[in-house]
């Protein structure tokens, strides 16, 4: 449900999946044929960029960044158990006060009507899927549910009730109206599984996740 807001090759924040994938989504728009606000962000990428490793790597850069991460946790402190560790510092997330208002709410630009051109991007994905001939099962993650002051009006601090609300109902439709599988597990985890913020689960909020998708595809496939 979260947008981009912000030029991700300018963006303060560096992030990386949307900085490597910029020629990927540059291919897919040309082939399939969709149009998001995000296509002139990307098309704005600096011409040194376009024609660097960063770009252009592929699965090397990939193997390099992999590399490093690792020799980087190793080199420091080669006992850590990282997947006990909170990815950014903080209190756990129920510790937190809900901000108000949220950061996505009704008021803000592209959600007033629900689903818009956006939502497109689902349908190349299943025709994409179609094409190779594998399965597309789309999953709606949990929200953390927070309660206590402002959790009347907003589910967490990112999400308002009454556009989250609109967003799911809207997501059902949408899914039944082009029989996309859909699996909602909004609701799914207690908040004590989630780490320090709402968007994070901890390693048992994990495992409950992913033994649910795999339940699920396993239906999807009729296997047991």
């Not at 850069?61 to 158990?81: E, G, K, Q, V, Y």
């Not at 009507?113 to 993650?141: C, F, H, I, K, Y």
């Not at 994990?206 to 239906?219: D, F, G, S, V």
């Given at each position: 449900?979260?947008?981009?807001?912000?030029?991700?090759?300018?963006?303060?924040?560096?992030?990386?999946?949307?900085?490597?994938?910029?020629?990927?989504?540059?291919?897919?728009?040309?082939?399939?044929?969709?149009?998001?606000?995000?296509?002139?962000?990307?098309?704005?990428?600096?011409?040194?960029?376009?024609s660097s490793i960063l770009a252009k790597g592929g699965r090397i850069r990939d193997w390099i960044n992999l590399l490093a991460r690792t020799l980087?946790?190793?080199?420091?402190?080669?006992?850590?158990?990282?997947?006990?560790?909170?990815?950014?510092?903080?209190?756990?997330?129920?510790?937190?006060?809900?901000?108000?208002?949220?950061?996505?709410?009704?008021e803000l630009p592209g959600y007033g009507t629900l689903p818009n051109s956006r939502w497109d991007l689902l349908l190349t994905g299943q025709r994409?899927?179609?094409?190779?001939?594998?399965?597309?099962?789309?999953?709606?993650?949990?929200?953390?549910?927070?309660?206590?002051?402002?959790?009347?009006?907003?589910?967490?601090?990112?999400?308002?009730?009454?556009?989250?609300?609109?967003?799911?109902?809207?997501?059902?439709?949408?899914?039944?109206?082009?029989?996309?599988?859909?699996l909602d597990l909004w609701n799914h985890l207690p908040p004590e599984e989630f780490s320090n913020t709402a968007l994070h689960y901890n390693l048992?909020?994990?495992?409950?996740?992913?033994?649910?998708?795999?339940?699920?595809?396993?239906?999807?496939?009729?296997?047991?």
């Amino acid at each position: 449900m979260r947008a981009l807001k912000k030029n991700p090759v300018l963006d303060r924040h560096g992030c990386q999946f949307s900085l490597e994938s910029i020629s990927l989504i540059t291919d897919l728009q040309r082939r399939y044929d969709f149009n998001v606000w995000e296509m002139a962000q990307f098309a704005d990428a600096d011409a040194w960029y376009q024609s660097s490793i960063l770009a252009k790597g592929g699965r090397i850069r990939d193997w390099i960044n992999l590399l490093a991460r690792t020799l980087r946790s190793a080199l420091i402190n080669p006992s850590r158990d990282l997947t006990r560790e909170y990815l950014l510092p903080g209190e756990p997330v129920t510790q937190q006060p809900i901000k108000f208002p949220a950061e996505i709410t009704s008021e803000l630009p592209g959600y007033g009507t629900l689903p818009n051109s956006r939502w497109d991007l689902l349908l190349t994905g299943q025709r994409m899927a179609q094409e190779a001939g594998v399965p597309l099962l789309l999953v709606n993650e949990p929200i953390y549910i927070a309660s206590g002051p402002h959790s009347d009006v907003n589910y967490n601090s990112d999400y308002e009730r009454a556009v989250y609300d609109r967003f799911r109902n809207a997501l059902t439709t949408f899914t039944q109206d082009h029989q996309l599988r859909y699996l909602d597990l909004w609701n799914h985890l207690p908040p004590e599984e989630f780490s320090n913020t709402a968007l994070h689960y901890n390693l048992q909020g994990n495992i409950h996740i992913a033994r649910e998708i795999m339940q699920e595809l396993q239906a999807f496939n009729g296997l047991h």
